[in-house]
């Protein structure tokens, strides 16, 4: 179970760093001032949690 934890780590590591710099791009472009850009960047490192949110959110739990 270790090696199929680490073989998988990377891919992991690669999809999240695809999703902040894409949250990034879509919070910072919607942002009306700096600190709207700042609060942006900061929801773009968090945005698993959001997505999680949404998901609970759809199924209703």
Known sequence: MKENIQRTAP?????????????????????????????????AIVWPVFLVLEAFRSLGA
């Open 11 to 43: 891919a992991n590591g690669a999809v999240y760093g695809l999703g902040l710099i894409g949250a990034a791009i879509y919070f910072i472009s919607t942002a009306t001032g700096f600190w709207m850009g700042v609060l942006g960047f900061l929801k």
